[in-house]
């Protein structure tokens, strides 16, 4: 079991930048690949970027590459997203999620999310 809270969202200006932050917790040396994703209202949740477990290889979405970092700090068990140059169309909710590969599949653990509003 994997227990993710997501800290840091909040009403940023356009042209602002944020810090979204994911603590994790339990079983989390089993964890393939940290990742953000981000849902609109209206639309489905997307992904952001990703970052694989050992060799923290990142992976970041063509909508917001450039202006987006993903890091982790394994001694804290903390993942973190950078978004800079804020837009409104990145106005979302954030989920931070940890997925854990195996022979029966993926499992995948969801933070409950933290609301990023750009005003116009």
């Known amino acids: 079991q994997v227990r993710l809270v997501e800290s840091g969202g909040g009403l940023v200006q356009a042209g602002g930048s944020l810090r979204l932050s994911c603590a994790a917790s339990?079983?989390?040396?089993?964890?393939?690949?940290w990742g953000w994703y981000r849902q609109a209202p209206g639309k489905q949740r997307d992904l952001v970027a990703s970052?694989?477990?050992?060799?923290?290889?990142?992976n970041y979405a063509d909508s917001v590459n450039g202006r987006v970092t993903i890091t982790k700090d394994d001694e804290t068990s903390t993942v973190f997203l950078q978004i800079n140059n804020l837009k409104p169309e990145d106005t979302a909710v954030y989920y931070c999620v940890a997925s854990r590969y195996s022979d029966s599949g993926i499992f995948a653990s969801w933070g409950e999310g933290t609301q990023v509003p750009v005003p116009w």
């Open positions: 339990g079983i989390i040396f089993s964890i393939n690949k």
């Open positions: 970052i694989t477990n050992g060799d923290d290889r990142p």
